[in-house]
């Protein structure tokens, strides 16, 4: 009886999806963009920003490759790009280059744009998963590379419904220690795509 989710895809795609979209690294930058807010609509911004990256990536994971396709362009060549920019993305964790967000009082406008995309889906995060999708070989990968997914949104929504207590509990020095040790995953995991990428031109040359 074949298995109806494969464990080992689940956990690569649930590891590089997490080092990726940093879910502690959001705690930060979730304060001071909702430092304005009630409680209650701290709580209501959390839940839109996860439900408005899940979506996006859906999008991109199911439709993704026929984009590629009407450009012309390979899987190879985006993933080298996508390794590139994972790289840069990288630097800024590794040095601390990230921008501070400006608090915004409008609402749940800050949940859409920018905190659901491009800061939780963004370029990084697409790639990952078109590529894990364009690898998925049956059912069971799909299932995997799904829950993967979804298990790292969970986490997201988990650390932004409780910002306030992992950054006391953290304190400044743990968010940047964490955000650190991230990069560093994450430059390996980029290194990682374009030595894939390399390795993939030279078998179709």
Not at 108 to 137: K, Y
Not at 141 to 147: E, H, L, S
Request: charged share 10%; net charge neutral.
């Amino acid at each position: 009886m074949d298995a109806v989710l494969d464990p080992r895809l689940f956990v690569g795609v649930f590891v590089t999806l997490f080092v990726i979209m940093d879910p502690p690294g959001t705690v930060p930058i979730f304060l001071a963009l909702t430092s304005s807010m009630t409680s209650k609509q701290r709580k209501a911004a959390a839940l839109t920003a996860v439900f408005v990256a899940l979506g996006v990536i859906v999008v991109f994971a199911l439709f993704g490759q026929s984009i590629l396709n009407y450009l012309h362009v390979s899987l190879p060549a985006l993933q080298a790009s996508g390794g590139l920019l994972l790289l840069l993305i990288a630097m800024e964790l590794l040095t601390g280059k990230a921008e501070d967000p400006e608090p915004n009082a409008r609402g749940g406008n800050v949940a859409l744009v920018p905190l659901g995309t491009p800061l939780l889906a963004g370029p990084g995060a697409i790639v990952s998963i078109m590529v894990f999708v364009q690898n998925a070989d049956g059912a069971a990968d799909y299932v995997a590379i799904f829950a993967g997914l979804v298990a790292v949104c969970v986490c997201l929504w988990l650390a932004m419904r409780f910002a306030n207590v992992i950054h006391r509990v953290l304190g400044e020095s743990g968010t940047t220690l964490v955000t650190r040790i991230a990069g560093l995953l994450l430059a390996a995991i980029a290194v990682q795509m374009i030595a894939d990428a390399v390795t993939a031109f030279v078998k179709a040359a």
